[in-house]
């Protein structure tokens, strides 16, 4: 059974593990270097990414999960947390900090500040059977991807539609929050994404 730890610094947490430990994969949460050490796969949960930037620095995990990362890693980012594993952050604060582990601009709060929030049922490429309910909460989106990196939804299912989900080769990363809602496919695509690493 794979270790898959969700960083547990703000954000669902608990939800995260939950879905984890429902589809098949051992849930940890990752504060501290020593626990990162001993994870397969990482999941950075939705929250704020000016705060986790800030908290990541104080708990002394930026540079390990900056190193693992680098080393391949699976991780899979929701909401903050795909804003922090993008390489370029519009609309951020000027000191915030991101992985840089895929090659993507991403930009805060894209949706603008009138709509805090709606639900889509999307169409997700590597995700069977009837469409996701993703429910998207002061979410950033893609503004462009480099080569590299595949889009796996866009809002509205339309082809010009803001870019929602992204993936290249065992990292992932949403504008949505996967962990609400009950459906645990894109968690059990991720379990399977670490077991193959
Ligand atoms: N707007 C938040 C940010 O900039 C992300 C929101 C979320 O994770 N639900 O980090």
Same mark, same amino acid.
């Given at each position: 059974m794979v270790t898959i730890g969700v960083l547990a610094l703000q954000g669902d947490v608990d939800e995260h593990v939950r879905a984890l430990e429902n589809s098949?994969? $051992? *849930?940890?949460?990752v504060r501290r270097p020593c626990e990162l050490a001993k994870v397969d796969g990482l999941i950075i949960p939705g929250g704020e990414s000016t705060t986790m930037s800030n908290l990541l620095a104080s708990f002394d995990m930026f540079e390990p @999960?900056?190193? $693992?990362?680098? *080393?391949?890693? +699976?991780a899979w980012g929701t909401c903050a947390g795909m804003i922090m594993l993008s390489s370029t952050i519009l609309d951020g604060r000027d000191d915030q900090k991101?992985?840089?582990? @895929?090659?993507?601009?991403?930009?805060?709060? *894209?949706f603008g500040r009138q709509v805090d929030s709606y639900e889509e049922d999307l169409v997700i490429d590597g995700i069977e059977g009837d469409d996701f309910r993703a429910v998207f909460i002061r979410a950033p989106w893609v503004e462009s991807v480099g080569d590299t990196v595949s889009v796996i939804a866009r809002a509205g299912n339309a082809e010009d539609? +803001?870019?929602v989900a992204v993936r290249q080769g065992n990292v992932? *990363?949403?504008?949505f929050h996967p962990?609400?809602?009950?459906?645990d496919r894109l968690h059990e695509l991720f379990v399977s994404m670490v077991e193959n690493r």
């Open positions: 098949g994969a $051992r *849930a940890v949460k @999960l900056k190193d $693992r990362l680098d *080393a391949g890693l +699976p991101c992985f840089a582990t @895929l090659d993507m601009v991403v930009r805060r709060n *894209a539609g +803001p870019i992932m *990363a949403t504008s962990e609400v809602g009950g459906d």
